[in-house]
T-cell receptor, first 114, second 114 residues
Framework: EPEVTQTPSHQVTQMGQEVILRCVPISNHLYFYWYRQILGQKVEFLVSFYNNEISEKSEIFDDQFSVERPDGSNFTLKIRSTKLEDSAMYFC????????????FGSGTRLTVV | GENVEQHPSTLSVQEGDSAVIKCTYSDSASNYFPWYKQELGKGPQLIIDIRSNVGEKKDQRIAVTLNKTAKHFSLHITETQPEDSAVYFCAASSSNSGNTPLVFGKGTRLSVIA
């Protein structure tokens, strides 16, 4: 069964450093998303991406965050200057046709900012 | 915006018993309600979803019911098995656009005791 692949599985970074979280969505999917989950909390929407541009973003997704689909297969989330409160599990998801087809989530990247 | 409340936060049942998890939503425009199962160390996995044009949907031991008037929907798992133990999330969204984000509940940790 096709999978969404995320790397790394765990990233530890110093506060103020830049991090890039990587995702390989399912190859024929058209919609891409990043969500995050702070330990013990609900899964929160960050951003959706379609047709090579951001479609929607939440209040969390401020100018410290950016997304890119540099080569038609990878989908990356960059945090420019990490804060302690960015520590969370970050999930990438993709979908063939949005809600009409459902989402497939990756296994996540646990980001720890120290 | 949409707000999804989920209860209970933890649920323990004996193997073979039924489990019921309930969610309420606030936005009457929401018309897509998926349920996700998250096992330890993995991303959320879609297990069943329902759209607002139906009141109930069943898939083997799993069923979801939707009451649009009361704005609540529920997940029912019958004949529970130890492998059903996981965190279950409900979510809601308007499905008019593939980019409309899912809004998740806080999750229910289900433990099935053998």
């Amino acid at each position: 069964e096709p999978e969404v692949t995320q790397t790394p599985s765990h990233q530890v970074t110093q506060m103020g450093q830049e991090v890039i979280l990587r995702c390989v969505p399912i190859s024929n999917h058209l919609y891409f998303y990043w969500y995050r989950q702070i330990l013990g909390q609900k899964v929160e929407f960050l951003v959706s991406f379609y047709n090579n541009e951001i479609s929607e973003k939440s209040e969390i997704f401020d100018d410290q965050f950016s997304v890119e689909r540099p080569d038609g297969s990878n989908f990356t989330l960059k945090i420019r200057s990490t804060k302690l409160e960015d520590s969370a599990m970050y999930f990438c998801a993709s979908s063939l046709a949005g809600h009409r087809a459902g989402y497939t989530f990756g296994s996540g990247t646990r980001l720890t900012v120290v | 915006g949409e707000n999804v409340e989920q209860h209970p936060s933890t649920l323990s049942v004996q193997e073979g018993d039924s489990a019921v998890i309930k969610c309420t939503y606030s936005d009457s425009a929401s018309n897509y309600f998926p349920w996700y199962k998250q096992e330890l160390g993995k991303g959320p996995q879609l297990i069943i979803d329902i759209r607002s044009n139906v009141g109930e949907k069943k898939d083997q031991r799993i069923a979801v019911t939707l009451n649009k008037t009361a704005k609540h929907f529920s997940l029912h798992i019958t004949e529970t098995q130890p492998e059903d133990s996981a965190v279950y999330f409900c979510a809601a969204s308007s499905s008019n656009s593939g980019n409309t984000p899912l809004v998740f509940g806080k999750g229910t940790r289900l433990s099935v005791i053998a």
